[in-house]
């Protein structure tokens, strides 16, 4: 019988055990070291995309191992929650491995996609985290839907509306963040695809609660995001969400972020956290429903994208650990050092979509780690991600490798110094909808470089 | 000879802390006071040498966050020995002051913040954490209550940032905000809005904000 989310509640806010959160995190730490001996996990920099299958299906064993031993903490109630080995076999089983997002022709099927899988991935595109301003939302937003590649869209409100800063969990933050859900469809009909999967990601669970509304908000057949504090931590807002979702039927993404540098350590007991974060968003995320995908989020504590070889390697054999050991959907979130307008976002893009295509993974993305404008990000970011990932079905991993060694030699040097880039002003004809030349020629040179270095882009 | 010895001694310490041995770093402590070294020798030649170092290390990622916590931890019980011993007058010598610190109300984003406190610690100061998502209330209470320095506060969410602004307000409003220095940082605070709120300190990373509440006590 499968475990009801109402009992995984109750072990959260009354019946788990409770711990000091410092115990917490210090065993995450413990475990993941102890973990990376037991299975040999080994971060090799000369790899970024790994291509030893058993250290990825070790690797697998010891995020279920961690998952099984740490489960998941409860900052609000300072207790654990955890599940026996069976209950999370349950879940494993019960994973659908192909969902429906959208409605009418902008429907698109997301199925779980394995290690060198030939099925394009769904791309989620979005100016992530980008500070999307009240005037520029409409126009920004639908020079991305017009972008036919991009599957599905995200979107977070504007920090400023009428004028006025927006307080997280106000009225403030729930006028914004349902002017950005109306904003968003008005910018997927007038582009001509108004049935096109959202993905909102509001901020508190109130404001993402507000967006769900037939015809003009979220509707069933779109989502809104489900947090995990890293390590493995989850809060009431979240879990709110999550009980919300199943109540009015619409989609999650769960989505988890291990940061490296930080309780797990490096980029092995990284990889560890990246997996256990798969049982955690299949559980608690009650992603094992079929009405969920999951997104991994690697992030540097560092300055740094998650571009570098320890983000590419993690991403890469933490999306083959899951991609070859379940049906799971993962998407893995692009995350840029350099901002818009520059080669070197281009080149990273490049990097990281190769090393998760071939790895069995969706695409989510493009965020910059560190934005600094308004409005900063263009569509041109989600069209070249699209195209890369759609390239990247056609080769192996070697092949993509050998790619993303090309790329990193081009921008590895910059990650501390990264150019900011300019922001959807800069770069677009914000009337016309159409990038400016300068942009257009970065874009398409960058396209014949990668085009030669081997992939089939053309 | 005598100095040799204490010189010995020191390194010792020093790499006790590199290898987050508490026990070692306490023993060593003791027996360097009950050789009359100064406890502010003891801080800077021993304790901090190896909390930097340990430091740098985890700026190159060679090891990681909770390796600093384990060095502050060690270091921590080390300057608690020193403390010990000194009579009530001179307790201030050792420790440079107390800071309330934490995520403000809304925002659950802590790695950063805990970088800040493992870099205040191992400045010398006594950090009262509060944790991540905390009230207003909560920071002025908790300041008043250990009759604190500085309060410090993190924010990486742009749309908690009002939340600064409410911690300062509330200062004046009770009268207490010559009481405090108030500090900010994290990702989504610039020196602008530093300035705006009428911060008494904003830094952009965690060592040069340890270095910042050392300056604006005029511990330096
Ligand atoms: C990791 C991360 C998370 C993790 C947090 C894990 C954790 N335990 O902290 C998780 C997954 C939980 C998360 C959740 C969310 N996040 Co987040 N997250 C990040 C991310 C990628 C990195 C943050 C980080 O740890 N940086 C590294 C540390 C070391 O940097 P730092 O905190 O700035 O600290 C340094 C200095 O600032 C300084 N410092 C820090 N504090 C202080 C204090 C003082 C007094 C001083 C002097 C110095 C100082 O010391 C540190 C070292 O030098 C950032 C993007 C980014 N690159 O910053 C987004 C980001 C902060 N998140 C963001 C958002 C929107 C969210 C969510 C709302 C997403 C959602 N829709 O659900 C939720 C928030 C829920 C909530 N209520 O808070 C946005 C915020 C946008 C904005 N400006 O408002 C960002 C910027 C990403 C983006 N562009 O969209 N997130």
């Given amino acids: ?458 | 000879m005598y100095e040799k010895i204490a010189e010995e001694l020191l390194n010792r310490l020093a790499k006790a802390i590199t290898e987050y041995d508490a026990d070692s770093a306490s023993d060593l402590t003791i027996d360097l006071l009950s050789r009359g070294i100064d406890p502010k020798r003891i801080i800077n030649d021993g304790l901090s040498k190896g909390i930097q170092e340990v430091s740098d290390k985890f700026n190159r990622l060679e090891v990681f966050l909770p390796h600093m916590i384990f060095a502050a931890d060690a270091m921590q019980i080390a300057v608690h020995k020193i403390i010990e011993s000194l009579p009530p007058d001179r307790k201030h010598e050792v420790i440079l002051g107390k800071v309330v610190l934490g995520t403000v109300k809304g925002d659950i984003h802590d790695v950063g913040k805990n970088i800040f406190k493992t870099m205040l610690l191992a400045t010398g100061f006594e950090v009262y954490d509060l944790g991540v998502d905390v009230p207003t209330e909560y920071f002025i209470n908790r300041a008043e209550e250990i009759k604190a320095d500085i309060i410090a506060l993190s924010c990486l969410m742009t749309t908690c940032l009002i939340q600064l602004k409410e911690v300062i307000e509330d200062l004046v409003r009770l009268k207490i905000r010559n009481k405090y220095k108030v500090l900010v940082g994290g990702g989504a605070v610039t020196e602008t809005f530093a300035h705006k709120v009428a911060a008494d300190g904003y830094s952009l990373d965690a060592i040069a904000g340890a270095g910042l509440a050392k300056k604006i006590l005029g511990k330096e």
């Avoid at chain 1, 869209?153 to 729930?174: C, K, N, Q, T, W």
């Avoid at chain 1, 609660?209 to 390590?231: F, K, N, V």
């Avoid at chain 1, 007991?269 to 999951?294: C, E, N, P, R």
């Fill in chain 1, 1 to 458: 019988m499968s475990l009801s989310f109402t009992e995984i509640v109750d072990r959260a806010i009354n019946t788990g055990e409770k711990i000091e959160v410092k115990d917490f995190d210090m065993k995450v730490f413990r475990e993941t070291e102890r973990l990376k001996e037991k299975y040999s996990i080994k971060f090799n920099k000369e790899n970024t995309i790994n291509t030893n299958d058993d250290m990825a299906d070790r690797l697998f064993l010891a995020g279920k191992e961690f998952y099984k031993k740490i489960g998941t903490y409860v900052m609000d109630s300072k207790r654990i929650i955890k599940f026996t080995e069976k209950e999370i076999d349950e879940a494993l089983n019960e994973i659908p491995g192909i969902i429906w997002i959208g409605r009418g022709t902008d429907k698109r099927i997301m199925k779980h996609r394995g290690v060198g899988d030939q099925t394009l991935p769904i791309i989620q595109g979005g100016v992530i985290g980008g500070n999307a301003t009240e005037e520029y939302y409409i126009p920004l937003y639908q020079s991305i839907a017009q972008e036919q590649l991009v599957d599905s869209i995200y979107f977070d409100p504007p920090h400023v509306i009428e004028g006025r800063a927006v307080m997280h969990g106000s009225p403030l933050e729930i006028h914004s963040a349902r002017c950005a859900a109306m904003w968003a469809r008005e910018a997927i009909t007038r582009a001509g695809r108004p049935g096109m999967h959202l993905l909102g990601g509001a901020g508190s669970a109130v404001a993402d609660i507000s967006t769900c509304q037939e015809g003009i908000g979220i509707r069933p057949s779109d989502a809104i995001c489900a947090h995990t504090t890293s390590e493995l931590k989850i809060d009431y807002d979240s879990l709110n969400k999550i009980m919300h979702t199943l109540h009015y039927n619409c989609m999650r993404q769960v989505w988890w972020a291990p940061v490296i540098g930080g309780f797990a350590g490096g980029a092995e007991g990284s990889a560890i956290t990246a997996v256990g974060g798969l049982f955690h968003g299949l559980l608690v995320g009650q992603g094992a429903k079929g009405s969920a995908y999951f997104d991994l989020q690697v992030t540097p504590y560092y300055k740094a994208g998650a571009t570098d070889r320890l983000s590419l390697w993690i991403l890469s054999i933490a999306g083959q650990a899951i991609a070859r050991n379940t049906k799971a959907i993962l998407q893995g979130t692009v995350t840029t050092s350099a901002g818009p307008g520059t080669k070197m976002m281009l080149y990273e893009i490049g990097a990281s979509a190769i090393s998760q295509v071939v790895s069995g993974m969706h695409i989510f993305g493009v965020r910059i780690q560190k934005p600094t404008k308004e409005n900063h990000g263009t569509a041109m970011e989600s069209k070249w991600v699209a195209e890369v990932s759609r390239a990247a079905v056609n080769i192996n991993r070697n092949e993509g490798d050998a790619i993303v060694s090309k790329l990193l030699s081009n921008y590895e040097h910059n990650i501390k110094n990264a150019p900011e880039g300019g922001g959807f002003i800069e770069l677009y004809d914000t009337k016309r909808l159409t990038p400016y030349e300068d942009y257009l020629r970065i874009y398409e040179e960058v396209r014949r470089e990668i085009a030669d270095m081997g992939l089939p882009i053309n």
